[in-house]
């Protein structure tokens, strides 16, 4: 990509400058024209999922999407079955190389179904997913005191869920 000046070259640009040129470097053709790839190439707009009345753009870690996919094929297994819709978001769920995510357009029923994916994770492989999920969206399952039986827990008040106050 680039060489390094020989003596000679150092020499004469010695005497161009009045100053000794202890080191000098250009690039070579291969430099110049990854240089003018680099150059030509735009950055790509971010065409990600948007979403729709109704809905928020949730971003999951490749680990949280694995377990949710795992949740989405047991649809006709599970006595709770994903939200409506919910599977067909899972497949058509796009990735960001950039934040290295998976984006999803999910309204707030499906955003608690995914969060019941994530506790079944839990109790069966790692609590990673889940715990993250809850920090980001606020929701998370936990059994009820009472009856033992899961139950969804808001942890503080959705984005748009705002009073005012």
Not at 6 to 29: E, M
Not at 60 to 69: G, V
Request: glycine share 4%; aromatic share 6%.
């Amino acid at each position: 990509m680039a060489e390094l000046a020989d003596t000679d070259t150092r020499a004469h640009l010695s005497a161009l400058v009045s100053r000794p040129v202890r080191w000098a470097a250009r690039l070579t053709p291969y430099g110049r024209d990854a240089l003018a790839y680099a150059h030509a190439r735009r950055p790509a707009e971010p065409v990600g999922p948007r979403p729709g009345p109704g809905e928020r753009l949730v971003e999951l870690r490749p680990a949280q999407m694995s377990a949710l996919r795992v949740f989405a094929a047991l649809t006709d297994e599970l006595a709770v079955k994903p939200a409506d819709g919910l599977a067909e978001r899972v497949r058509s769920a796009s990735f960001s190389k950039e934040a290295n995510r998976w984006q999803l357009c999910l309204t707030e029923e499906q955003i608690v179904s995914v969060a019941y994916g994530l506790y079944l994770h839990r109790l069966t492989l790692s609590e990673a997913e889940a715990n993250a999920f809850a920090r980001d969206y606020n929701v998370t399952f936990r059994p009820s005191p009472a009856t033992r039986t899961p139950t969804a827990v808001l942890l503080r008040p959705l984005a748009g869920d705002s009073d005012g106050a």
